[in-house]
């Protein structure tokens, strides 16, 4: 089995991680930093908003088994992309809508997907979701991984 990543950036890590977890092909997820500067981001430092990170899932997934198009499905149904660094309560650039790529051929179908919800006028506003590069991905801490199945209770959730 020949996995691949996809990464997602929704708001609350925890919300997005819970909304990919139990995708029939996802093997694994791990929430963390990515799409900034700092190096070796913790928590502290990204919700200060000044490290150009975006809270963020990265996901495992068999391809034979789910899409990245229907990865991208649960991506576009368990937010708003239309608002600007921010989900429900939660504001800031760490907070923003992002498909950070790992190939051309998922940049491809990402904007393509983008470009249909927006002829398709499914939403209010204009899609603000950025379509950019996978950089370097930091792993969140511990406490951080799987933490809305661990307490029950979490971030605000658009699903």
């Known amino acids: 089995m020949a996995l691949e990543t996809a990464t997602f950036a929704?708001?609350?890590?925890?919300?997005?991680?819970?909304?990919?977890r139990n995708v029939k092909g996802v093997i694994?997820?791990?929430?963390?930093?990515?799409?900034?500067?700092?190096?070796?981001?913790?928590?502290r430092d990204?919700?200060?908003g000044d490290t150009g990170h975006a809270e963020a899932v990265n996901i495992a997934f068999d391809p034979a088994v789910?899409?990245?198009?229907?990865?991208?499905?649960?991506?576009?149904n368990s937010h708003d992309p239309t608002t600007r660094n921010r989900q429900?309560?939660?504001?800031?650039?760490q907070y923003r809508s992002a498909v950070f790529y790992?190939?051309?051929?998922?940049?491809?179908l990402a904007e393509e997907a983008k470009a249909e919800l927006e002829k398709a006028g499914r939403f209010r506003g204009k899609i603000?979701?950025?379509?950019?590069?996978?950089g370097r991905f930091w792993r969140a801490e511990e406490y951080q991984?799987?933490?809305f199945m661990k307490n029950g209770r979490g971030c605000h959730l658009s699903f």
Do not use: M
């Open 10 to 20: 929704a708001g609350c890590f925890w919300g997005v991680e819970e909304a990919f």
């Open 66 to 76: 789910v899409s990245l198009g229907e990865l991208l499905d649960a991506f576009w």
């Open 46 to 48: 990204v919700c200060r």
């Open 28 to 43: 694994s997820t791990e929430v963390g930093y990515t799409g900034g500067r700092t190096e070796n981001p913790t928590y």
């Open 128 to 134: 603000v979701t950025e379509i950019v590069p996978a």
């Open 88 to 93: 429900g309560p939660d504001i800031g650039s």
């Open 102 to 108: 790992h190939s051309g051929e998922q940049r491809t």
């Open 145 to 147: 991984q799987k933490y």
